[in-house]
């Protein structure tokens, strides 16, 4: 598939076109942001687990019934994704309270929460993504009543089935953020799931011992981010337990499967 020109660029994305107009190339960059981008950096390797990871849970939630975006992997950073419009609302999943939301409310860190609790945040980096009410989105038509009702449902869905995935390997699944976007099909929108899921966009804690496997270990410094990733990669199936854990080895990454199998 022949790479155009590049369509967009955010935090630890591009996209690009391709010679399809209904296709786009996702690229997953090394770049790491936090705090609406006024903590940055690189971190090597990065943009080839996510890549990895989030192939791996989009292929398992199309296995059942969740339509999302990805067509499929082409190399270690790309991979050829449905264009879709993108729904501006950025939906958090908890399913324990931390993070902003402790913050927020006061809620006592690590609260295992009755039910998962979602909540909206408007995608506007220039506001800083502000939470939302619900009719936020109908006041100012981000999204329609139907949409959000066939959203809700996806979300738990695809929560149930990644807190028994990540329990299956001795993750727990905290929260994490989703987006979704419309795609015509027939003449009639359909909504699917769209951006990626990994450690990036997941709050992963070891079962057994808390520890945080997840983009939390760049926000609150606590290093060995790749390390870090690379557990969640090897846990899932997608790295071999032998493989070292380096940054060099994370770009042997895409043989490394197969010859596994
Ligand atoms: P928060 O506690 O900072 O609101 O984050 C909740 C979850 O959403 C956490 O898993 C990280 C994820 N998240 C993103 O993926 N992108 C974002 O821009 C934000 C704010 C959170
Ligand atoms: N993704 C957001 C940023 O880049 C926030 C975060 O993930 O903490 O600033």
């Not at 969740?66 to 399913?95: A, C, D, G, S, W």
């Not at 990644?162 to 390997?169: A, Q």
């Amino acid at each position: 598939m022949k790479k155009g020109k590049r369509l967009y660029e955010g935090k630890a994305k591009i996209i690009y076109a391709t010679q399809d107009k209904d296709l786009v190339i996702q690229y997953f960059k090394d770049d790491a942001t936090a705090f609406n981008n006024q903590k940055k950096t690189t971190i090597e390797g990065k943009g080839v687990l996510n890549n990895r990871i989030s192939e791996h849970i989009l292929s398992n939630l199309s296995q059942i019934g969740i339509k999302n975006h990805l067509v499929k992997r082409l190399n270690m950073r790309e991979q050829v994704i449905k264009l879709v419009e993108i729904i501006p609302i950025e939906f958090i999943v908890r399913n324990v309270a931390t993070g902003s939301l402790t913050k927020r409310l006061g809620i006592e860190d690590g609260t295992v929460l009755k039910e998962p609790l979602i909540e909206y945040c408007l995608k506007d980096d220039k506001l800083g993504d502000p939470l939302i009410a619900e009719e936020h989105i109908y006041a100012f038509e981000w999204a329609n009543k139907k949409e959000i009702e066939k959203i809700k449902k996806m979300i738990l869905r695809i929560n149930d089935f990644m807190i028994g995935m990540f329990r299956g390997i001795g993750i727990k699944l905290i929260d994490f953020k989703l987006e979704f976007g419309r795609l015509k099909v027939n003449g009639k929108n359909e909504i699917i799931l769209a951006d990626e899921i990994s450690p990036d966009t997941c709050r992963l804690w070891d079962s057994i011992t808390d520890k945080k496997l997840d983009k939390d270990r760049f926000r609150k410094d606590l290093g060995d981010l790749i390390p870090a990733y690379t557990e969640v990669a090897k846990r899932l199936g997608i790295l071999h337990e032998q493989s070292n854990v380096s940054a060099v080895n994370v770009t042997q990454l895409s043989s490394v499967k197969k010859k596994n199998k």
